[in-house]
DNA sequence: ACAATAGTGTCTGTGAGACAGTATCGA
DNA sequence: TCGATACTGTCTCACAGACACTATTGT
């Protein structure tokens, strides 16, 4: 669409003064997140190269050439797990000067949803590199964590719980088709605290819809399966 | 800090492909709301220069080198008001490729609010083209707004509106001593709804403390004048 | 029959919403 | 005394929290 030599451009160009402001470098970094074992986990990966080599880091693209921040984002995710189509939202722009020993570096982070039988098969192309982790163990271990990307984790972490709690959201965390106790526990372990069966299910009986299907072959009354209602305002 | 060429640089730069990348202008657009005539209004400037000449804009600034985005933020509002120390939050980032027809640039947008009574000796650089206009009525009416900075006004308003609702940010509308009748109005003006005394009163009545000083000459019952309470977590 | 988990009925306290009442100024 | 606005008391109702109860499976 745009040719890289607008009209314009030149005058642009002609008033740059490099020496108060500088071309930047324009990432996005990756926060992923699923349940797995009764777990909160993030998709990390450990880098090669020099910066923080060795280190677990958010994966991250830079920001191609005509492609939107989200656009980018999800380009992202497909190449390193090789999904498209989750649940993804801005989240915050980070950009201290120095949070890149090598260059400046804007990094706009994005969270990413996706259910656990999803992310079972996942098979991107530089899978080699990536690992799947709890959140809160990674956090409270001393594990070193490349450039400012613990204190974007732990802000990611924070947003995803207050929405948690007044949105939908939750429901991406989960396959399409879902059981309540499934559901709770999802909230549970995001939250990190126990909720009250009958309480939790008035709360999402407006966002949810049955089907005819049950579990199965469990020494127990078996449960219904729910779906996500596609009306109603999600807010937010 | 950071010297020009560090440790590292040159190898960045050779595995960077300008093909596929590549360098782009950082922004900061300030959002500066005041409530002034029973209205919530907006800074604005007026363009003088090739792009979207004579139409109105956001205020805004490149982020320079070695600034943070915060910095730079407030960097822009001492230069466009002369006022520092007020209430900033950075909001959202805009980056389609085309939303500045002369070279790819990314805006990151910030939320400033300032009370009227600070504002009213506002007298920064440029305020030649500096303009305070009513939100509501710049939207409605059909005048042509550069860039993409329509939808980034609409998004910062809605955004307001809800943290209005749960948090105290309205307090940075209104001079550090406020009677509650003024901070009702204020709320009752983002808000867009009128309110109820009494209940009004009990929902801030925790994020308030008293004073000794009242209001005089009107002809009428005086009102006291209050305080924000400093302690108390105020979320988000 | 029993263990185990799914699912429901209902009491209670808290807080928002609505409205009526009282208080205190200048004229 | 009166008009005008500040401030308060209280009723209602919706909803979150807590807990006890019923339901349905496999063994």
New binding site residues.
Partial sequence: MMSSHSPGEEEFLKNYDPGLYERISVAVDLLTFTVEDDCLKILMVRRGEHPFAGCLALPGVFVGRGETLDEAAMRGVLEETGLSGIYYEQLYTWGDPDRDPRTRVISVSYMNLVSRDKLSFRAGRRTTEAVLLPVRELLDSGEKIAFDHRRIIEYALWRLRNKVEYTDIAFHLVPEEF????LQRVYEIVLGKP?????F???VAPMIEETDR???????????YYRRRENENQAL
Same sequence: chains 1, 2.
């Fill in positions: 059981t309540l106790p499934e909720l009250f069966k009958a309480n299910r008035k709360k049950y579990t199965a072959g469990e020494a127990h009354r078996p449960s219904r």
